[in-house]
């Protein structure tokens, strides 16, 4: 695909549902071809066990994920102006986003993906909205990017 950025960042609320298992779809998929992080407006979450389950059972790992935030991400030095392409998955994140990358030439998308943590009574409940997330983010993933390198 001739628009493949060569660094991505995905960004949520808390870069513990929705933003990991982005990261992990794209590192999945197509291997080293970008540098692949993601960030939250906020890193006062560890990574979400149910995200880390409806992964798991497409066979995506997410269990070393650190949630970290866009704050912590500039205090580590990953200057935001680095990534070419910014994968908003929420409406928080794309304000964030949009406003820490005012003066940089870059691109912030916005993909609408559901945020399951509020659905649902009871595990299976949470699962099903969790896999609908987790599906959700493979079928933008899938169709701006192209088919998989590796699966």
């Excluded at 580590?76 to 990358?101: E, K, N, V, Y």
């Excluded at 701006?144 to 699966?151: S, W």
Aim: aromatic share 10%.
């Amino acid at each position: 695909m001739a628009d493949f950025p060569s660094s991505i960042l995905f960004c949520c609320d808390h870069n513990a549902v929705r933003s990991p298992m982005a990261e992990a779809m794209m590192k999945k998929f197509y291997g080293q071809r970008a540098y692949v992080q993601s960030a939250g407006v906020h890193n006062d979450m560890e990574i979400d066990g149910f995200s880390v389950a409806v992964c798991r059972e497409i066979g995506i790992e997410l269990d070393r994920h650190r949630s970290r935030s866009f704050a912590e991400m500039q205090r580590l030095g990953d200057d935001l102006s680095q990534f070419d392409l910014i994968i908003a998955l929420s409406p928080a994140s794309q304000r964030m986003a949009l406003d820490l990358t005012r003066f940089y030439h870059l691109s912030v998308e916005y993909w609408p993906i559901l945020d399951p943590t509020a659905i649902g009574e009871g595990r299976e409940a949470k699962l099903s909205a969790y896999r609908q997330a987790r599906d959700q983010i493979r079928e933008r993933v899938l169709a701006r990017f192209g088919p998989p390198e590796a699966l």
